[in-house]
């Protein structure tokens, strides 16, 4: 199993553009989710599913969107970056009510 | 929303000393998960605790639940260079949504 696989790895923006971070893991979790983190800050919940079809707003949303079309894949879209984007972004996957599986995570900086 | 406050903040010991992080929060909490993430890592979930008291060992890490359900500590036992990292601690909320503690990072001297 690979787990879960984000790419890409790093990425540099300049303000304005937008990208996708793709998020894949090969558990059949049903429950998958994006993180954002920032020093001093934790990590802070993007967006959730709890299934394919099926996606919420956590606690910072705003400048993201997400779909989950397949059990599998959960891409997070930046519409238009801002430097306040600048983060380490993970996406993580779990059974529901168990520990998260998280990927590698994505370095963006935006200037 | 759930908030979660973890203290301290910053953490330095001797190779072999004891070490502990402690969560607190204002709410009743359902459950409580814990995280180790390494430098440059992703976080690594380390436990679960559900029930009020409970207490769970892994090797030289204690982790305890409050009886109020209000706070949890993870210690430390003995600590060496690879206990070096983040730990935070995490509420679950309701669809399996976690909010994470702002992280007690360890630094061991060898």
């Known amino acids: 199993n690979a787990g879960v696989t984000q790419t890409p790895k790093f990425q540099v923006l300049k303000t304005g553009q937008s990208m996708t971070l793709q998020c894949a893991q090969d558990?059949?979790?049903?429950?998958m989710s994006w993180y954002r983190q920032d020093p001093g800050m934790g990590l802070r919940l993007i967006h959730y599913?709890?299934?394919?079809?099926?996606?919420d707003q956590g606690e910072v949303p705003n400048g993201y969107n997400v779909s989950r079309s397949t059990t599998e894949d959960f891409p997070l879209r930046l519409l238009s970056a801002a430097p306040s984007q600048t983060s380490v972004y993970f996406c993580?996957?779990?059974?529901?009510?168990?520990?998260?599986?998280f990927g590698n995570g994505t370095r963006l900086t935006v200037t | 929303g759930q908030q979660v406050m973890q203290i301290p903040q910053y953490q330095h010991v001797q190779e072999g000393e004891d070490f502990t992080t402690y969560c607190n929060s204002s709410?009743?909490?359902?459950?409580i998960q814990w995280y180790k993430q390494r430098p440059g890592g992703h976080p690594v979930f380390l436990i679960q605790?559900?029930?009020?008291?409970e207490v769970k060992k892994q090797k030289r890490l204690t982790f305890q639940f409050g009886e109020a359900k209000k706070n949890s500590s993870l210690h430390i036992t003995a600590t060496q260079t690879t206990d070096v990292g983040t730990y935070f601690c995490?509420?679950?909320?309701?669809?399996?949504?976690?909010?994470f503690g702002t992280g007690t990072r360890l630094t061991v001297i060898p």
């Open positions: 599913s709890v299934g394919a079809g099926i996606t």
């Open positions: 605790l559900v029930k009020s008291g």
């Open positions: 993580a996957s779990s059974y529901s009510g168990t520990g998260l599986h």
């Open positions: 558990m059949n979790h049903e429950y």
């Open positions: 995490a509420a679950l909320t309701g669809a399996n949504n976690l909010f």
């Open positions: 709410t009743t909490l359902s459950n």
